[in-house]
């Protein structure tokens, strides 16, 4: 262990440049956010995953934006195990019918002021089960949504974009 | 004792169904495979549903013989394979949520998919409308002095999929889990039902993201079986590789993280290292990093990039350079193991019952591999062993895919090795079938056998498709796993069998 520790020590560090603030999503937040909740957070933000009948692609994804390459943690930005303690819901899936409740009750959870991030094609319309009995399609019919980051699924870096543009909001 | 095929041959048998038979059967023969199923003889494949038929796929291992035995005309029930072999009983309670079927005799009549809040019953049989207020569900009892409950789910702590797990605990030892699952569900294969093969194809990579070449690659062999379509050799090799990519990508992810379940992130943070380079090699050479829609009817979308090959090689040298000193990492920090040895144990005489697969099957010394039995293409002139142990706790379950991870690295440097020229696709995107026919395929996804079903009809769509999730073998015996343990292990046992909730949920 202390030889594996030691190296990267000694190692230039794997973690990339951040991507620019996604543009588009920036322009979307814009319209939305409001000015004294950006006060109040400064650039921290508690991000609370839920997901909403994905795939499990979404979730691969955003589990990567953890790995070294990414290290989101560096920008304020940390994943919490309750919605209790988020100000970001990051939502995945086309919404099952089985799964609306849950979301709703997770959103209801969540302190003010708080955001919504629906991450992939399905979370924006149902995606390819648009559709279905099953699927109530497309996150913004359940719960308000402040930023979608598109995608099927959106690499980490559309993800870390879309959040940096959320932090650059939410800290004017 | 007749063999699957005699026992077959009693009914009629479907023209047009391949690569393995299909045949019609009487109600007595359908209740003696279930029987053959119970005494261990066969094991189940997949059970689903139609309409108005009802399907059993079985796997005769000993003569390495498979076959779909069908019943037909039900007037709305069908003996229960469940009052038998209890690893059927799952996907009953589907059959009956999804086409209104009746298994007669079935130990739980309770629903399964179905929470009550689609706003419609039988949603693929005859469908009727009820108001999707949610259905109250029934959890089984457990009664004891002092014992207590704790649910959970369905939205976890973590960064995962929704479920929900009622604990009843005796202080901290578990005493009894129970699982309620059907969250993520999508309704698949009522989407697949009449979409032509490349969006049927589209749907079924997207059963269970972490598995999506697994999933096209058994969806396109069973469209491939079921039209005659010849694949051409280079593309053969391409999925293989595809496949291999993603056994390793989700190897090293699941080995880091139940390192990180168990409280130790050094493993968790190299191993996320190379699961990110095992993504960005897939997207340097296949044009997307999980390779979604990549495998399709008739071979691949995309050829190998230009520089993909030397890419790869990179890629098997990084692994070879860091991999040995994590698995020594692993094996000699004795407090990890402390966590791992003999913790979440799933006897062998369950994993054999159920014919659970993946490592969780191997971990527990079934050595059962679909790239071998049955077997398909590249993998009949590969070198490559499936590796098995008898422990059958969370340190077996990481070994195994440790071992896995060194077979999938040789298994990619042969292929590249090997690799063919000429052509990737034999039809394109704008083909229909034009006759009708019957496919089945068995493909070896990271977690297990994976098994695809499909009907194509005349009309150049799939009228009926069924995907079976490795999960579903696999769910079950978690909660017997667990049982003894106590509860701060749960995720470490959960992470070392990592099913998936939306392949089985679909």
């Not at chain 2, 098997?316 to 913790?343: C, M, Q, W």
Request: glycine fraction near 10%; proline fraction near 6%.
């Amino acid at each position: 262990m202390r030889k594996i520790i030691f190296k990267s020590l000694v190692q230039a560090p794997l973690t990339e440049k951040p991507p620019a603030a996604d543009a588009a999503a920036l322009a979307e937040l814009a319209q939305r956010l409001d000015q004294a909740a950006r006060q109040r957070l400064g650039r921290s933000l508690s991000i609370r995953q839920v997901d909403a009948g994905s795939c499990n692609g979404c979730e691969l994804e955003i589990h990567a934006l953890n790995n070294a390459f990414y290290d989101l943690e560096r920008f304020g930005l940390r994943f919490v195990a309750s919605p209790r303690h988020a100000d970001v819901l990051l939502v995945t899936g086309p919404v099952t019918a089985n799964m609306r409740e849950a979301l709703e009750r997770t959103y209801r959870a969540t302190p003010g002021p708080k955001w919504v991030v629906a991450v992939g094609d399905c979370a924006f319309d149902g995606g390819v089960f648009a559709g279905s009995y099953a699927c109530v399609g497309g996150v913004s019919a359940v719960v308000p949504v402040d930023l979608h980051i598109r995608g099927c699924p959106p690499s980490p870096t559309a993800l870390l974009g879309g959040l940096l543009a959320l932090l650059e909001h939410s800290a004017e | 004792m007749p063999t699957l095929s005699e026992v077959m041959g009693q009914g009629r048998p479907v023209q047009g169904h391949r690569p393995w038979p299909r045949a019609v059967v009487p109600g007595e023969v359908w209740i003696s495979t279930a029987e053959r199923l119970k005494d261990g003889r066969w094991t189940l494949l997949g059970l689903w549903g139609e309409r108005n038929a009802v399907h059993m796929a079985v796997l005769d291992e000993s003569r390495r013989e498979a076959g779909v035995v069908s019943l037909e005309v039900l007037a709305g029930r069908f003996p229960s394979v469940g009052q038998f072999h209890p690893p059927a009983i799952r996907l009953e309670r589907t059959i009956k949520d999804l086409f209104g079927l009746e298994p007669e005799g079935a130990p739980d009549a309770r629903p399964w998919l179905d929470h009550g809040r689609w706003g419609l019953r039988a949603p693929l049989g005859i469908k009727a409308a009820v108001e999707a207020t949610g259905d109250a569900y029934a959890f089984l009892a457990a009664e004891g002095e002092s014992l207590h409950q704790i649910p959970v789910g369905p939205v976890h702590a973590g960064i995962i999929e929704p479920g929900h797990f009622r604990f009843t605990a005796s202080g901290e030892t578990v005493v009894r889990l129970e699982e309620r699952l059907g969250y993520v569900h999508k309704g698949i294969e009522s989407l697949i039902a009449g979409a032509d093969p490349a969006r049927a194809a589209r749907l079924a990579g997207r059963t269970s993201g972490d598995s999506t070449v697994a999933y096209a690659l058994a969806f396109a062999q069973a469209v491939e079986a079921a039209a005659e379509i010849a694949v051409p050799a280079r593309a053969v090799h391409l999925r293989g590789l595809m496949a291999e990519l993603e056994r390793l990508a989700n190897h090293f992810g699941d080995i880091g993280a139940v390192c990180n379940d168990a409280a130790f992130a050094l493993m968790h943070a190299h191993c996320g290292v190379l699961r990110e380079q095992v993504l960005r090699a897939a997207d340097a050479c296949f044009g997307h990093r999980l390779m979604m829609d990549r495998v399709v009817p008739g071979g691949v979308a995309a050829d190998l990039a230009p520089e993909g090959a030397a890419r790869l090689r990179d890629l098997t040298r990084t692994i070879h350079a860091r991999f040995p000193e994590l698995v020594d990492l692993y094996d000699n920090t004795a407090s990890l193991k402390d966590r791992t040895v003999g913790t979440g144990i799933l006897a062998p005489a369950l994993a054999r019952q159920f014919g659970c697969g993946g490592f969780v099957g191997r971990a527990s010394g079934r050595a059962f591999d679909a790239r071998k039995t049955p077997g398909y293409a590249p993998y009949g002139d590969l070198r490559f062993e499936t590796p098995h142990l008898e422990a059958g706790d969370v340190n077996a379950r990481v070994w195994v895919r440790v071992v896995e991870v060194k077979q999938s690295v040789a298994l990619v440097e042969q292929i590249l090795d090997r690799l063919p020229g000429g052509p990737v696709r034999a039809v394109d995107d704008a083909w229909r079938p034009e006759r009708a026919g019957e496919g089945l395929a068995l493909v070896e996804g990271f977690r297990g056998d994976i098994l695809a079903w499909l009907r194509l009809g005349g009309g150049g769509v799939v009228e009926r498709c069924h995907l079976r999730d490795p999960s579903w073998f696999q769910w079950p015996l978690l909660e017997a796993a667990i049982e003894g343990n106590i509860v701060a292990d749960f995720p470490l046992c959960n992470k070392s069998f990592n099913c998936s909730y939306s392949g089985h949920d679909l």
